[in-house]
């Protein structure tokens, strides 16, 4: 992958964000992501936001390369706090880290932001507290896409500001949008999880120290759900 050929997961993550948006990559990586949109001229400016300092040289680097140093600024910073008002950034994008990270840093980092954004986000793991969050943050899922990569499931929420909408618990697992479209895709990830959430309910059975009773119960309703889900 680099900023010519990206993933399929990237692909579509790219796919969600709008012609002319001013976007904040945060987690940037190697600037693939922003740099292949201004490439393609997609967008119209970029601010590539990276925590740790070797990913922020790779894509300091990549923005060199691609003589991009005007339109991509790429930024050492902790999540957010690498954008600033003159940005006037129009989406976000959050990829390849965990539901509850990504969670933290859009709560940690409302101060940087107009709430008129519209976030592009790739969980790996931790959907649910995830969609929590926009929930009780007035934000509407208008799309969730799932992927299959390399053996690997990828969701992708896209979300924006709007009238507040209540999600039911069984929703914030599946994914409101998802549970609704029921691809082949998503019925291939929930009967491989199922398969695995039953193993280990048999192997809490088979434990010789007790599992606390609030963990036993979270995996039956869980098996319950996706039991459900199936039929």
């Not at 929590?132 to 499931?153: S, T």
């Amino acid at each position: 992958m680099n900023e010519h050929t990206l993933s399929t997961r990237l692909e579509r993550v790219a796919a969600h964000v709008p012609p002319g948006a001013r976007l904040a990559d945060i987690g940037s990586d190697h600037a693939y992501l922003p740099v292949a949109l201004m490439r393609r001229g997609v967008i119209a400016a970029a601010v590539a936001g990276e925590v740790a300092a070797t990913p922020f040289h790779a894509a300091e680097r990549t923005v060199r390369d691609n003589g991009l140093e005007q339109q991509v600024s790429v930024r050492l910073a902790d999540g957010l706090a690498a954008v600033t008002p003159a940005d006037a950034i129009t989406a976000v994008s959050l990829c390849g880290m965990g539901g509850e990270t990504i969670r933290d840093i859009l709560a940690s980092g409302t101060a940087y932001l107009n709430g008129q954004e519209r976030l592009i986000l790739q969980p790996n793991g931790g959907e649910q507290s995830l969609r929590h969050w926009l929930m009780d943050n007035g934000y509407r899922i208008l799309v969730e896409e799932l992927l299959q990569e390399n053996r690997f499931y990828y969701e992708i929420i896209v979300a924006e500001r709007a009238e507040p909408v209540v999600y039911s618990a069984e929703a914030l697992y599946f994914g409101p949008l998802l549970m609704q479209a029921r691809s082949p895709v998503f019925l291939a990830k929930w009967q491989r999880l199922l398969r695995q959430k039953h193993k280990t309910l048999a192997s809490f059975q088979q434990a010789r120290q007790a599992v606390p009773q609030a963990k036993v119960q979270e995996l039956v309703q869980q098996v319950q759900w996706i039991t459900a889900l199936l039929a």
